[in-house]
């Protein structure tokens, strides 16, 4: 019997902009993590202490450290509770600085993958950084992503070499998301006259359109829930607002929507915590605007309320404690993380490049939810 992953106070969708066609390691809370200090901070990186960061690149990285950071030519790991740091190597260009599941490799800049342990793949650079991507769940076993019109490419870690998803429809790729048990992804795709959100297995094969955006509407990002039952999607309706739907992939013949109320009509980025029903966006069209927001039942809030400086939504270090950066914009970033809505937002280190979380995912699921009689055959290369 399929449970059903009740997130938030649910409404049928009357008025849609649309027509239809695992939990990671648990991270601090905020309470037990450091304040930040009140002492004069060094020139340059400063972390919670007040303290700079160490000369030289050393130390091994554990689970426990799953704030990552680049700052001075280097990449580190933090753990928020106990404040340990590890550097994890250096690095001139981070482009997307963004980690596998299993939080041991990093993609960076023009499809570079380093590895942080003798077992991580690590490769050099080959062609240009990716508008959109996401790694294979639930291992890295690979990396899916597009530029512009092409249709995607996927890089595998055992070879580095990249293949072409040929049999994907053709158009601009919008956002790209893996299921959490690897076999499965979910695709936005700008078709011409209109957006369609798209399932394939994790070859590209056997796609599918499971919804199609009507006039005014833009479909900004796709996930899916760390249970893999339900496919997720921010719709933006210009002029108004944004709301966020998901779909049951073992029905499919319909959608739902969440109450958004709050959450601007150019909200993209959409985070869904690990478990438990928050779920976290940006919003704003350029860096100086950018706003982190938080959606539990009541609707949207800003994660850090009252700030000047522009914020985004990094990910969730576990169910209920956003990363979250403020500034930016050409200029040194502070990282924080925040414990829900209306708790204080809490320095983790400022004066950064770019952050990222750095999670380990666990108990993915196994399987893709489909309706009776129309699950694809399963992808003979495995999980991603």
């Not at 952050?355 to 009776?372: C, F, G, K, N, S």
Request: net charge negative; with cysteine.
């Amino acid at each position: 019997m399929r449970t059903r992953w009740v997130v938030l106070a649910l409404v049928l969708v009357a008025t849609a902009c649309t027509s239809t066609s695992s939990t990671s390691t648990p991270a601090p809370t905020v309470a037990g993590s450091p304040a930040p200090s009140t002492t004069t901070a060094p020139v340059g990186t400063t972390l919670a202490d007040g303290s700079g960061l160490p000369e030289g690149c050393s130390g091994k990285p554990t689970t426990r450290e799953t704030v990552a950071f680049v700052a001075e030519g280097r990449a580190w790991a933090l753990d928020p509770a106990a404040g340990s740091l590890a550097c994890l190597f250096e690095v001139a260009d981070p482009g997307p600085f963004a980690f596998g599941p299993q939080g041991d490799r990093a993609l960076l800049a023009d499809m570079q993958v380093q590895g942080l342990s003798a077992t991580a793949p690590t490769w050099p650079a080959k062609g240009q950084t990716p508008s959109v991507f996401d790694w294979g769940h639930p291992l890295g076993l690979a990396i899916v992503y597009a530029n512009g019109a092409d249709t995607p490419l996927k890089r595998f870690m055992d070879d580095g070499k990249v293949q072409r998803l040929s049999t994907l429809p053709a158009g601009t790729y919008q956002s790209i998301a893996y299921h959490p048990s690897g076999l499965a992804l979910g695709f936005i795709v700008n078709e011409g006259e209109g957006q369609g959100i798209w399932l394939s297995d994790n070859e590209g094969k056997h796609p599918v359109r499971l919804v199609f955006s009507k006039p005014d509407t833009v479909f900004s990002s796709v996930a899916f829930s760390p249970d893999g039952t339900q496919i997720w999607w921010i719709a933006q309706h210009t002029g108004a607002l944004s709301e966020i739907h998901w779909m049951d992939l073992a029905d499919r013949t319909g959608f739902e929507t969440i109450l958004t109320r709050g959450l601007a009509p150019t909200a993209h980025g959409l985070l869904l915590a690990p478990s438990g029903p928050l779920l976290a966006a940006t919003q704003g069209t350029d860096c100086a605007d950018r706003q982190a927001m938080i959606v539990d039942a009541d609707g949207a809030h800003p994660a850090i309320p009252g700030t000047e400086l522009p914020t985004q939504a990094l990910g969730w270090l576990d169910a209920s404690t956003l990363l979250v950066s403020s500034g930016g914009c050409d200029q040194p970033t502070q990282v924080s993380m925040v414990g829900g809505v209306g708790q204080h937002a809490v320095a983790l280190v400022d004066g950064v490049d770019v952050a990222a979380p750095r999670t380990v995912l666990r108990d993915a699921p196994t399987e893709v939810p489909a309706p009776p009689n129309e699950a694809p055959p399963a992808p003979p290369g495995g999980v991603g």
